[in-house]
């Protein structure tokens, strides 16, 4: 058998489809849980029940996570071959485990198959569904490529991630538009998640300045963008504390105030200790991601299951 280089300057065997385990590697499994968690989110704060809506329920999951989620993780990859090459060559594509235009190939197949999933599942679902795979495209391939700044980028996967995940969530079991409540903690919550994105960009750092990609952490440096996940994260919640004691929720907006305190405790702890930070900054970003957004993603439940409440009291 021939040998070829790969992008990532080793020696594989030409191969002419994917192995199995390294296509599913490619959709990573472990990126899927935030839109998923997200979904059920917004399925909690419709209020409705979940008797008998089973199936509406799995499909919903479905399309959040192992189709729109990893579908943006394949063209992300497909389009960052070559900074993976510096950063990560032993992912799928780099190391030549999927070759040729394979990882574009099932990109593609994963955005059909999650518009026929999604019409199935009603109007606002594939309005959603069709917003979020133009966000995926949109963010890794040219000619608008999001990515290349962190600020847009990074709004644009907060919103697919979060808030309209959540938003489809709530449109599959009211099975149309979910209301102003549900749609504004969504919002708020997207706002959030892009501290989250700024902080994952952290392990990039390096190919993303060989390779002129414009994350917060090459445009502010370290300890600007920490700096600015921190705000980004706090500020939505803060927000939605009000919201939930203008609507009457006091005990959903007290828990989530007790959630962004410790939120707060990890921030000083990880990233606001500057000398720390600037030795650190892969590490310290990893660990706040272990405990800080644990406790954010708390929060979007809390908000949901009190927004849910005020939903079920307005359908009986």
Known sequence: MSSTPTLSGKFDVIRRFPELWSVLELLKPVTWFPPMWAFFCGVVSSGVEFSGNGMLILFGILLAGPLVCAMSQA????????????????RPIPSGRIPGRWGLYIALIWTLISLVVASFLGTWVLAAAVLGLFLAWAYSA??????????????????????????????VMIGGFPGWEITLLAILYSLGAHGIMTLNDFKSIGGDHQMGVRSLPVILGVEGAARVACLAMAIPQLVVIALLFFWGLNNSALLVGGVLIAQLFFMRKYLMDRTQLMQEPVRKAALYNLTGVTLYITGMMISAVGVGSIMTMGQA
């Open 75 to 90: 063209i992300n990859d497909w389009y960052d071959r070559h900074v993976d090459a510096i950063n990560e060559p032993d």
């Open 142 to 171: 040219p000619p608008l490529r999001f990515k290349q700044n962190g600020w847009i980028g990074n709004a644009a996967v907060g919103f697919s991630y979060e808030g309209l995940a959540w938003f489809t969530g709530a449109a």
